[in-house]
């Protein structure tokens, strides 16, 4: 609803490219045929900034970029306020990291903007079976992504990013058993719609 509203400014970030400007890439794909309106026809004001610019001051908050492991370009972000932070990464592989993983923190994809954070939300898409036809598709196992939480000593883990063909008795499935295998010492909520958990500081 904001971006139909005048008057309204909407600031967008996303990762850079040596070929076409962030502002070009989504008005490549959200026009028609592919998209119903147009973003030049959107009545909010956009500004596009691309990324990385690893450290964007936003009021009280500060968000630092990088680039994750992934084969098209991707970025995690940390956001940092009031003593506290949370990490979202999307579309992350870190396995693809080489046998260091799980072990070697200075060569762990995003481990820098995790570490020690009060809340990650990281990819978890697929079970160990389906893991291994999908090496280098870049998304995680379940049991990576939660060795990544461990690794990072996250204090609270959302996974989230479900395979669509994953109904809910089947993640609740992948749940139990990888939380019972792993024994985290963090705690863990999978993430569903409508899903707001409140950070203390």
């Known amino acids: 609803a904001p971006l139909r509203r005048p008057g ?20 490549k794909y959200l026009s028609p045929p592919l998209f119903p309106v ?15 610019a690893h450290r964007i001051e936003i009021g009280e908050f500060m968000i630092h970029a990088q680039l994750i492991i992934h084969p098209n370009p991707t970025i995690g972000y940390r956001i940092e306020c ?13 396995a693809l990291g080489g046998q260091t993983f799980g072990n070697d923190k200075s060569w762990t994809s995003g481990y820098k903007l995790a570490e020690g954070a009060d809340l990650l939300i990281h ?4 079970s160990e079976e389906e893991y291994r036809d ?21 204090k609270h883990y959302v996974p989230f990013h ?13 749940f139990e ?21 409140e950070i203390a500081g």
Not at 82 to 94: K, M, N, Q, S, V
Not at 123 to 126: F, L
Not at 136 to 154: E, Y
Not at 178 to 194: F, I, K, L
């Open 8 to 27: 309204v400014e909407i600031h967008i970030w996303g990762p850079a490219s040596t070929t076409l400007g962030l502002n070009a890439r989504l008005q």
């Open 177 to 197: 058993q990888t939380t019972q295998d792993v024994q985290p010492s963090y705690r863990v909520t999978p993430s569903r719609e409508g899903l707001a958990i």
């Open 162 to 174: 479900h395979d669509p063909t994953h109904n809910d008795d089947t993640l609740d499935r992948m």
């Open 134 to 154: 999908r090496v280098g598709f870049g998304h995680s196992s379940i049991s990576h992504a939660f060795r990544f939480a461990s690794l990072c000593d996250v």
């Open 123 to 126: 990819d978890s898409q697929y």
């Open 82 to 94: 009031a003593g506290t932070a949370i990490t979202y990464l999307p579309d992350h592989e870190p």
């Open 38 to 52: 147009s973003v030049r026809e959107l009545a909010a004001k956009l500004h596009f900034h691309e990324l990385p």
